[in-house]
């Protein structure tokens, strides 16, 4: 920001009323260069009436906060400055506050702003420090109806409302996923795996969390194991306590604390892509959709019946791109999720 310096003198600020606050300043300095003086000859400060300000959050770049109010004695012409760590904007000659472009106002991380105004009468400066209060606002109640359709469908599938026993709050790794691969793997199998992992690693664009193979078994939080299911009776019993005599070609079971995913594993009878992510969904946290009517151009990948023409939908990228922001908390009800997820899509605008 853009200070004006001119030795002149030193500066005092003096405020402080509950009427009609006024800062002035005196100078020390006899020499005066306006033509129009004091009775005493010299000249006289500006005086920046002290004002409250405050704008709601989410506010957009060149929306107007209010002015700074100042007057001069002496009738001279006078120039607006401002000094903050934010983008404000003062307009010279009015003194006019307005957000600048690269402001994102949110009161959730700050709910205030400092900053100071520097009122020049051609001699003398008078500066002024303020605070811009930031304001609360529901955010949900201002976003378009495909962004509130984006918070419905978000927590639709994080809640699992698709079950008959919905969660009451959401679930989340809270570490990274190390995969361990194991029965009947070929490579060509290995090479869609990893095809698909770097495909969904895309997705997660705040945060370090990350899904990645790992050959050693030992090191996995995460293991899928392709095969019969006759194969993870001794492995797995509750799985396939579950899984055999059912319709099922694949299952998905996770393990959790205070809502936060430690542990998955993973079991699929057959090497179909659509069917690798549809449960590797489920291990994220995911329920199942309710996108997969014969009106969807394309079923979701998280349809409880998989088909080879499902695929992950641009929302559930979006889905699982907020899932595992690194702001975004595990063991949000239905209410905190809306305003969390309506927060962040307002500050990705």
């Known amino acids: 920001m853009r200070r004006l310096v001119y030795m002149l003198g030193v500066l005092f600020i003096a405020s402080c009323s509950t009427d009609t606050d006024v800062l002035t300043d005196e100078l020390l300095d006899n020499e005066v260069t306006n033509d129009e003086t004091a009775s005493d000859g010299q000249n006289n400060a500006p005086r920046i009436e002290a004002t409250a300000f405050q704008i709601p959050e989410h506010s957009l770049g060149g929306t107007t906060i209010g002015t700074v109010t100042a007057s001069d004695a002496d009738e001279d012409r006078l120039t607006f400055t401002i000094d903050s760590n934010y983008d404000l904007i003062i307009d010279e000659n009015t003194g006019e506050l307005s957000v600048g472009e690269n402001l994102q106002l949110d009161f959730e991380t700050n709910d205030e702003i400092s900053f100071t105004v520097s009122v020049f009468d051609g001699s003398t400066i008078v500066d002024w420090d303020a605070t811009l209060t930031i304001t609360d606002i529901n955010e949900y109640q201002i976003l378009s109806q495909a962004q509130k359709d984006l918070v419905e469908y978000y927590t639709f599938l994080t809640l699992r409302k698709s079950a008959s026993s919905p969660r009451t709050t959401n679930l989340k790794w809270g570490e990274s ?32 969390f990350t899904i990645s ?137």
């Open 213 to 349: 193979l790992t050959n050693n078994q030992s090191d996995a939080n995460a293991t899928l194991y392709l095969g019969d299911v006759s194969e993870i009776e001794t492995l797995w019993p509750d799985i396939f306590d579950i899984a055999n005599g059912s319709n099922n070609q694949g299952y998905a079971s996770t393990s959790f604390s205070n809502n936060v995913i430690d542990d998955a594993r993973i079991w699929l009878s057959i090497d179909s892509e659509i069917l690798f992510k549809h449960e590797l969904g489920h291990g994220l946290g995911l329920g199942h959709s309710n996108r997969c009517g014969s009106s969807e151009p394309v079923g979701s990948f998280m349809c409880s019946t998989v088909s080879p023409n499902h695929n992950i939908l641009p929302s559930e990228v979006e889905v699982l791109r907020y899932l595992y922001h690194e702001d975004m908390p595990s063991g949000l009800n239905e209410q905190e999720i809306e305003d969390y997820l309506s927060n962040f899509i307002l500050l990705d605008m």
């Open 177 to 208: 996923i190390k995969l361990y691969l194991d029965g009947a793997i070929t490579p060509a199998y290995r090479e869609m795996v990893t095809t698909t992992l770097a495909e969904i690693n895309d997705y997660f664009t705040v945060g370090d």
